[in-house]
């Protein structure tokens, strides 16, 4: 059974730094795609960016790069996403998804909720 | 590369058809034929229910399918239930990926 375990619920302040991660198992973590969405309180979907955890080949969307860094660690079958300095308005609901090079998401992860406020 | 362009809402009856729209440009929707839709429940992480334009994953009820013309890509969802009630999501990636702003549906 395919499954991503994100990492828990974090508070932080703004300007503070911050990785959270995913776990991939019951696949072949190397051979698909993994990528990050963001959800904002209320709102959509926005595409973040994606890895291939074989060659580390890296795509952003326009919106995220530089904001952001995607990595992944195929020894231990999982995926990051971090910040370097935290705003208020990365308070959003983060998960990882699994998939094809056809960019479509087959298996999501639970959501890792990213508070930031002073 | 902007959201991709859905109704906000649409409704339906049970046992009704709906549609749902997704409407984009030449540069993603009607690029390529990498187009997926996602079903998301209220606090539920969001579920892949067609991908490549109209290929439906294992699993996934026949009574959803998908198409596209130009650069509106399109989600139909048949014979209505109430467990259909969700946000719906169209995306289209090309080296980069985008979703479009979300449908809620409400099966009234």
């Known amino acids: 059974e395919v499954q991503l375990v994100q990492s828990g619920a974090e508070v932080k302040k703004p300007g503070e730094s911050l990785k959270i991660s995913c776990k991939g198992s019951?696949?072949?973590?190397?051979?698909?795609?993994i990528g990050w969405v963001r959800q904002m309180p209320g709102k959509g979907l926005e595409w973040m960016g994606i890895?291939?955890?074989?060659?580390?080949?890296?795509r952003y969307s326009p919106s995220f790069q530089g904001q952001v860094t995607i990595s992944a660690d195929k020894s231990i079958s999982t995926a990051y996403l971090q910040w370097s300095s935290l705003k208020a308005s990365d308070t959003a609901m983060y998960y990882c998804?699994?998939?094809?090079?056809?960019?479509?998401?087959?298996?999501w992860g639970q959501g890792t909720l990213v508070a930031v406020s002073s | 590369q902007s959201a991709l362009t859905q109704p906000a809402s649409v409704s339906g009856s049970p046992g009704q058809s709906i549609t749902i729209s997704c409407t984009g440009t030449?540069?993603?929707?009607?690029?390529?034929?990498?187009v997926s839709w996602y079903q998301q429940h209220p606090g539920k992480a969001p579920k892949l229910i067609i991908y490549?334009?109209?290929d439906r994953p294992s699993g996934v009820s026949n009574r959803f399918s998908g198409s596209k013309s130009g650069n509106t890509a399109s989600l139909t969802i048949s014979g209505l239930q109430a467990e259909d009630e969700a946000d719906y999501y169209c995306?289209?990636?090309?080296?980069?990926?985008?979703f479009g702003g979300g449908t809620k549906l409400a099966v009234l």
């Open positions: 019951g696949y072949s973590f190397t051979n698909y795609w």
């Open positions: 890895i291939y955890p074989d060659d580390s080949d890296t």
């Open positions: 490549d334009v109209s």
């Open positions: 995306s289209s990636y090309i080296s980069s990926g985008v």
């Open positions: 030449s540069s993603d929707v009607g690029g390529y034929n990498y």
């Open positions: 998804a699994c998939g094809s090079n056809s960019g479509r998401f087959d298996y």
